[in-house]
């Protein structure tokens, strides 16, 4: 196992442990009275459902010494019990085929993936797949980004699922972006973006006045170049004069967020091959008397080109490039070879680099089997990308509303680093300070949404008793009030939602409402009207 999977183990079966040897280490010379009356219990945990372990992403050859009778007998042994299935091939800008059979969208095993969701063989590895498109200089593992790889036949390509044939939503509420850190201060005053298609046709390109805009996204701001407002962009290859003077730049930033709606080199048979934003290579510098660009870029197909990020990839690719190296344990092998006790399982879904109709696939096969879920974990780490949060919050729609076609009342949660479940919070957009991973933090409300759920619930909710009686959810983690319930207003039962200082949340039969942790706390909130400011009806 890696070092994540072996701090889980380590952490689910010595967490008491490191407890009790922290109190004692620091009263030594105190006494420590403990109190059992009923009545001043402050809190209480399962410890077969708090303590638990997790099986991630693991060398190929590993599987099959780990997945044994001697080796499962010993890690049992630690004691937990629930176990959740990591999700690994995002954090790689992967797309994850959990069924290696299954159907492409084009000819030649090629374009969008969806699995087979009919068990057939048994299901022992499952792979990632390297996206193509990708705009990542620094993803976990070995891929770079094609923005400045010096290869014009490549090109970045961003989400079609961002887009408002998807989102139902107008571009301008999900701009697309790519930033570059050129590592230190640069003088700029010009620029040139070879696009492709579908380029933008109304774009800022900007440049920041802080430190660092994604660990320090408050210490700063994004400031348009005097040459950087495009708003009748032509495509092709772009040279803009951005100032008459080089400003000293780190950080520079294409803010896009209307698309030519032109077809990339895949073709225009796929309606996703025509939305969105690709550029084939970035040129970034200062203009010489003779109108001459001098790049300060360094243009490689490797991990030491000129760094950038995106703000999200087209999940496209092909057959051809597979990552087998780590090995997305198979299902029918997870759910049979007794790791998991028998216990419903949190099981992931893709969903930064797939398409609904996969994370469908999967969970229609899981279902078939009669495999046990406990929660649908959607996506992995978003944040880790620097994915805006209005920008999963879209996903998350999109995804909910298919999953949910399944199974109505399949509990799903946000990816699992985020303290905070993230969406659009009033206030926070894209040009404010928060446009990075703070806002994930400023922001517990999900707008519109289907019943869904954090995945850290005090008292889960029976699957097939849900919402039905008076109950009370914990909704702190860290101190932080996280938000347990979202509903879609055209869905849900009525419901009456109270916040409470104590950071419980109760929920009781009543009135439709969407219920929001940017509220002030000890309120009743009984529609959205109240609150017209923050609620956001679809």
């Given at each position: ?8 183990c380590?952490l689910a ?6 407890v ?8 030594e ?22 303590l ?7 060398p190929l050859?590993?599987?099959d ?6 080796v499962l007998?010993?890690?049992?042994s630690?004691?937990?019990q629930t176990?959740?299935y990591?999700?690994?091939t ?5 797309a994850?085929?959990?069924?290696p ?5 084009e ?5 969008y993936?969806?699995?087979?969701s009919t068990?057939?063989e048994?299901?022992r ?10 705009g990542f200089s620094?993803?976990?593992g ?5 923005l400045?790889d010096?290869?014009?036949n490549?090109y ?10 998807y ?9 697309q ?11 700029i005053n010009a620029?040139?973006i070879n ?5 933008a046709?109304?774009?800022l390109v ?14 700063g701001?994004?400031v348009?170049?005097?040459?950087g407002e ?5 495509g092709?290859n772009?040279?803009?004069?951005l100032?008459?003077?080089?400003l000293?730049a ?14 990339d ?11 969105g934003?690709?550029i084939?290579?970035?040129f970034?510098?200062?203009?010489t ?7 300060v870029?360094?243009?490689t ?13 087209d999940?496209w ?9 780590g090995d997305?344990?198979?299902f ?6 007794g ?5 419903p ?12 109709e ?6 229609t ?5 009669g ?6 974990e959607?996506g992995?780490e ?14 998350y ?19 699992n ?15 404010t ?5 703070p ?5 517990g409300e ?6 869904v759920f954090p995945?850290l619930?005090r ?6 008793d849900?919402?039905n009686?008076?109950s ?5 983690s860290?101190?932080?009030?996280m938000?347990v319930?979202f ?5 849900m ?19 439709r ?22 609620f956001?009806?679809?």
């Amino acid at each position: 196992m890696n070092f994540r999977n072996t701090a889980s183990c380590l952490l689910a079966s010595c967490f008491l442990c490191v407890v009790i040897s922290l109190v004692l280490t620091t009263a030594e010379a105190q006494t420590v009275r403990v109190d059992v009356t009923p009545e001043h219990v402050a809190n209480s945990f399962r410890p077969t459902e708090a303590l638990g372990a997790g099986v991630d992403r693991i060398p190929l050859k590993a599987t099959d010494k780990i997945f044994t009778e001697p080796v499962l007998k010993q890690i049992l042994s630690a004691g937990w019990q629930t176990i959740t299935y990591r999700q690994n091939t995002e954090l790689y800008v992967e797309a994850w085929h959990w069924n290696p059979k299954g159907t492409w969208s084009e000819p030649g095993n090629k374009g969008y993936f969806v699995g087979d969701s009919t068990p057939t063989e048994f299901i022992r590895h499952s792979f990632g797949y390297p996206l193509p498109h990708a705009g990542f200089s620094h993803p976990d593992g070995t891929s770079y980004s094609r923005l400045t790889d010096g290869d014009l036949n490549t090109y970045w390509k961003s989400n079609p699922y961002l887009t408002k044939a998807y989102t139902g939503e107008e571009d301008t509420l999900h701009p697309q972006w790519v930033v570059v850190d050129m590592q230190g201060v640069q003088d700029i005053n010009a620029i040139r973006i070879n696009w492709a298609d579908p380029y933008a046709k109304r774009y800022l390109v900007q440049y920041w006045t802080g430190t660092d805009p994604i660990e320090e996204a408050a210490k700063g701001s994004w400031v348009t170049f005097p040459g950087g407002e495009i708003n009748t962009g032509k495509g092709g290859n772009a040279t803009l004069q951005l100032s008459q003077t080089p400003l000293p730049a780190r950080f520079v930033r294409i803010w896009m967020t209307e698309s030519s709606g032109t077809c990339d080199t895949h073709g225009s048979a796929d309606r996703r091959n025509c939305l969105g934003y690709g550029i084939r290579e970035l040129f970034l510098g200062t203009t010489t008397p003779d109108g001459r660009l001098h790049d300060v870029l360094r243009h490689t197909a490797d991990r030491g080109q000129t760094t950038t990020i995106c703000s999200s990839v087209d999940p496209w690719h092909e057959v051809s490039l597979v990552n087998e190296h780590g090995d997305q344990v198979g299902f029918d092998l997870f759910f049979t070879s007794g790791i998991t006790r028998g216990l419903p399982t949190m099981i992931p879904v893709a969903m930064l680099y797939d398409t609904p109709e996969n994370a469908v696939a999967e969970i229609t096969y899981l279902e078939k089997r009669g495999y046990p879920i406990s929660y649908v974990e959607m996506g992995e780490e978003p944040d880790g990308k620097h994915t805006l949060p209005e920008d999963y919050a879209a996903l998350y729609l999109q995804w909910a509303t298919a999953l949910h076609r399944v199974d109505p009342i399949f509990r799903l949660c946000r990816s699992n680093i985020i303290p905070s479940l993230p969406a659009r919070c009033i206030g926070a957009t894209s040009t404010t300070k928060q446009v990075w991973s703070p806002i994930f933090f400023k922001c517990g409300e999900m707008t519109a949404c289907h019943p869904v759920f954090p995945c850290l619930l005090r008292n889960p909710i029976s699957r097939r008793d849900p919402m039905n009686r008076l109950s009370t959810y914990s909704l702190r983690s860290g101190g932080r009030i996280m938000l347990v319930l979202f509903c879609r207003l055209a869905e849900m039962r009525s419901t009456t939602f109270t916040i409470f200082r104590s950071g419980f949340l109760r929920v009781a039969k009543g009135h439709r409402l969407v219920p929001s942790a940017c509220l002030p706390p000890t309120q009743t909130i009984k529609s959205c009207s109240q609150h017209p400011s923050i609620f956001q009806a679809r």
